[in-house]
T-cell receptor
Framework: GAVVSQHPSRVICKSGTSVKIECRSL??????MFWYRQFPKKSLMLMAT?????????EQGVEKDKFLINHASLTLSTLTVTSAHPEDSSFYIC?????????????FGNGTRLTVT | RKEVEQDPGPFNVPEGATVAFNCTYS??????FFWYRQDCRKEPKLLMS???SGNEDGRFTAQLNRASQYISLLIRDSKLSDSATYLC??????????FGTGTSLTVIP
């Protein structure tokens, strides 16, 4: 079964609204989670690293005021796309690894397909 | 220079064929290696971890060559259902994960 859960799986919103995406680790506590964006036929692009209890680390070119990340607990990170525009339409995916296991792989959420009209 | 390089393909192979993908990495101190499969409009799913001694899971074989700094994935007796993008992921320690671009595979009837 899934070890990382992401919600919602699909959202359609109007331009200018904000959308919150949740990522939960189900079987382990994740002090770190990762957020990615993927455009059609393109590679996964890391947007930011979410750190429990501290500020997220954003990749170059990712606007931190537009993509708000909150990692308030050891099992939940949220990504809020603020004032969404059509160009923000994409597939957003989170991932986390189980820190209890050395060399453990990343587990991905099922992704959120965002369409901004 | 990218941390992880992967031929994007596409690879188009007939059913039953054997196909191999390679992925090179730049950091010799990289610690762990993985192959993921990503279907269209879905999230990546772990296919195999890659161990130093090489490992096999049914028709899939993964190998690590530390001297030449690459990992490989071999798929034997390709099935139509193997059509997907195969993604290599390298961990350089802690939370430092680097992704290849993914290799597109289409198995043709």
């Amino acid at each position: 079964g899934a070890v990382v859960s992401q919600h919602p799986s699909r959202v359609i919103c109007k331009s200018g609204t904000s959308v919150k995406i949740e990522c939960r680790s189900l079987d382990f506590q994740a002090t770190t989670m990762f957020w990615y964006r993927q455009f059609p036929k393109k590679s996964l692009m890391l947007m930011a690293t979410s750190n429990e209890g501290s500020k997220a680390t954003y990749e170059q070119g990712v606007e931190k005021d537009k993509f708000l990340i909150n990692h308030a607990s050891l099992t939940l990170s949220t990504l809020t796309v603020t004032s969404a525009h059509p160009e923000d339409s994409s597939f957003y995916i989170c991932s986390a690894r189980d820190p209890r296991r050395g060399n453990s792989p990343l587990h991905f959420g099922n992704g959120t397909r965002l369409t901004v009209t | 220079r990218k941390e992880v390089e992967q031929d994007p393909g596409p690879f188009n192979v007939p059913e039953g064929a054997t196909v191999a993908f390679n992925c090179t990495y730049s950091n010799s101190a990289s610690q762990s290696f993985f192959w993921y499969r990503q279907d269209c409009r879905k999230e990546p799913k772990l296919l195999m971890s890659v161990y130093s001694s090489g490992n096999e899971d049914g028709r899939f074989t993964a190998q690590l060559n530390r001297a030449s700094q690459y990992i490989s994935l071999l798929i034997r007796d390709s099935k139509l259902s193997d059509s997907a993008t195969y993604l290599c992921v390298v961990n350089e320690g802690g939370n430092q994960f680097y992704f290849g671009t993914g290799t597109s595979l289409t198995v043709i009837p």
